[in-house]
RNA sequence: GGGCGCGUAGCUCAGUGGGAGAGCACUCGCCUUACAAGCGAGGGGUCGUAGGUUCGAAACCUACCGCGCCCA
């Protein structure tokens, strides 16, 4: 890999020629610890430069980099390095989260291969094996971000467990205990029966999953009710049946009381506005230890909660159904219902939405307990204002609708978790019932007695405070000071509110109604090359890695910021990543040329006035792609920004301007010199407007183009407007015009590319190009017409200009005559549209005047292309 | 059930009132002295359907059909 690239030393000017083709993996692995070691990554507090900072949305200590990751970054790395060229000081913040449930099942399971458990160990073992874990095998995605060219800022990366970020949890705990924002209570929450915790709202998934349906009879004769669940063992725990209060056909039974099947307790008949008298029977079984509509009916209704199950979900009424897991028991009691006939009506399956575990897919059970939750209500509006009042920008901004939805309708947060991998809760508990919440610098009270809340914090919690405890939170540290609020979130849309909301919240309450960060920049999801979401079964997951390793980290990046249109997911395949290191390539070759032709940065560009029209057209195209880039770059459109700069690079700059000065850097005088000087410039700048997307083969090719230490620091480009050269434009238009033109032709008659035609150019003067016929006659390989000249095929070109070819007599007339017909079709329906618009009346008469105008001009072109067509196709033999 | 979004070339997507575009794929011709990971040329779409607004609709409005996501 290395024979490719290493006549030549990392920091010098080639002793030799590039390479054939550009060969990612040593360039990548040199640049990557180059920066490091120089320190551009590294951020400064006491810098003058205006701040940008980001912090990176801490990954899973347990994680690995997924191709989700590399969307991620690759977008925060762009726009890091795009500040840090425009003069900011940037800080890109790394670090990871210790990911409570997830890093506990870790551990947890290689306990299990030994047989044992977490409970074997007891706590403080356990979490001192947990610590071991992470020292060995955890946080293996910071090396695979130094594949993909992260440029984070290495001496600040962050742990959520680490000291400084646990202070700041005990400090935001006490502040929100103190202010009556987080309480503990009897609750129905989500609880997991596996991991054996209680799971907050959207640690939660719901999918349609196959179950039953089953219609139960409770009660005799005329008293008899019917309810229908698809959980027949929560029947143990029923407390009342539910109806309607205006159902007609239970109105009599309202206030009554029926015999429970299997238990011999009787329960009331209860009416609520909740009950849905259209579904099912109308009626329904109210279990409110067992699920969370029942519980609130339970509430209302002043009703008994009685629970029927462990936190193992195993029933633990006495009788015959004790001991069974839930699973167990619900065919047991259906089966002892039926025997008493009691069961009217079963429907398998039954599609109905059930909630899992998101960490290890068991299906939840809601389940009532003592457990901390955060009072959401003020903290959830401050959240909503600040995007309200536009502080906090959303990007796209459509996605700030769902944002509103989710904090304006957000529920108590249950914030402890039956865990021993995470915060431990700050309060103790006094043998007379003493509650007491401790602070950071306070002692926990000794004594006869006293013992600590045994849970932990969700995940989350740390999390939250991600973007000020990181940098030195509580304390008031000159970090906070420079770069909080931070510049920009990027994250996917899918923890729009798994993180972006609780960071808003306790970002507002911590730093006195200061955001988090100025904008939140949300992307998709990557998908396959058709669409589809990536998964392990489906076979269909992309390694990041394996696509560094095969096409280069700048490939990668290019393909996946290629794809990120906002708002919308991002599809990737590996044809599209071929495609992005085939660009790589072409830059490298590009660079190579210019090297071998003398392209040069020294000295100033010379003035406009002394450039040929070829160097001040790609002065200008330049100009306006540096402005679009801007735009696109201010607006977070990377699908554009990389699809201006491809087409710059690749079009106009690989197929048009190099083929264009091949012939004059082959001379030696001025003009040589000065477009050598322009070339120089153009690639000196298109590496650096490429940088922050393809930093690796940017960084080696505008070292040895420029001699510049590095391309990391180098100034990003401003738009020139004295460049801008409409004039230069037109004429390359003109002059491309006639050589594509005359290449169909070409084409059209078979003529390989080696075959030089005779050929006489009349009209470039009135097209404006006349300078330019010895570069039409090299670009469309014609040669001046040689003595017996005779035109057998004559090319009548939009914008006044005539070819007329030689082509020996071997001119194919039918195939000629075929080009022009098609050519004359085109005209013709171009033509027709015109007059059709302008003999409309209420065109002319309403549509603006320079609309009208333009048709007319498209117009008399299709009419003179009409006329020349026609002549043509005269002139041509018959066949 | 509630909400949001999307249907444009074979595939993936731009385009949001005034000449249907890109990348890849495809066809043809080329080892043209930076690059075959390349060069040149070309074919291909009644812009989901039906109405409406407008001088003019892929774009705006309404309905419908199909697909996706989030929430319950």
Redo the contacts with the bound molecule.
Sequence with gaps: MTEATDTRTPDSRPTGALS????PGEVEQRRYEQWVSRGYFKADETSDKPPFAIVLPPPNVTGSLHVGHALDHTIQDALSRLKRMQGFEVLWLPGMDHAGIATQNVVERQLAAQKLSRHDLGREKFVEQVWKWKAESGGAILGQMKRLGDSVDWSRERFTMDEGLSRAVQTIFKRLYDDELIYRANRIINWCPRCLTALS??EVD?S?DDGELVSIRYGEGDNAIVVATTRAETMLGDTAVAVHPDDERYKHLVGTEVELPLTGRRIPIVADEHVDPAFGTGAVKVTPAHDPNDFEIGQRHDLPSITIMDERAVVTVPGPFEGLDRYEARPAVVAALREQGRIVAEKRPYVH?VGHCSRCKTTVEPRLSLQWFVNTTPLAQAAGDAVRDGRVRIEPP?LA??YF?WVDNMHDWCISRQLWWGHRIPVWYGPNGEIVCVGPDEEPPSGEGWKQDEDVLDTWFSSGLWPFSTMGWPEQTATLKKFYPTSVLVTGY?IL?FWVARMMMFGLYAMDGVQPFDVVNLHGMV?D???K?MSKSFGNVVDPLDWIERYGADATRFTLAR?A?PG??V?ISE??C??S??F???LW??T??AL?NGATVEGDLPAPSELSTIDKWVLSRLQHVVGEVDEQFAAYEY??VC?TLYHFA?DDV??WY??LS?PVLAGTGAEAARTRRVLGHVLDQLLRLLHPVMPFVTEELWTVLTGGETVTRAAWPAVDAALIDDAAEEELAALQKVV?EV??FR??Q?L???QRVSAALTGLGTAGIDTHEPLIRSLARLDAPAEGFTATATLAITGGVTVDLDTRGTIDVAAERARLE?DRAAAEK?AAQCRG?LG?E??VG???EH?VA?IKD?LA?AEADLERIAAALEALPTA
């Excluded at 054939?20 to 060969?23: I, L, M």
């Design positions: 054939a083709q550009y060969q709202d959207i719901h349609d939405s459509e609708k769902r939805a899918d509110f998908r090359g058709h669409g979401k794809g249109n919308s997911d599809p044809e599209w071929q495609g290191r085939n790589a390539n072409k070759n590009a190579r040329f071998m699908a554009k699809d690749w690989c197929d190099l083929e091949k594509t290449r169909r084409s059209d078979g390989k590319p080696s098609k171009e618009k409309n209420a065109f309403k549509a603006p609309v333009k498209r072109t």
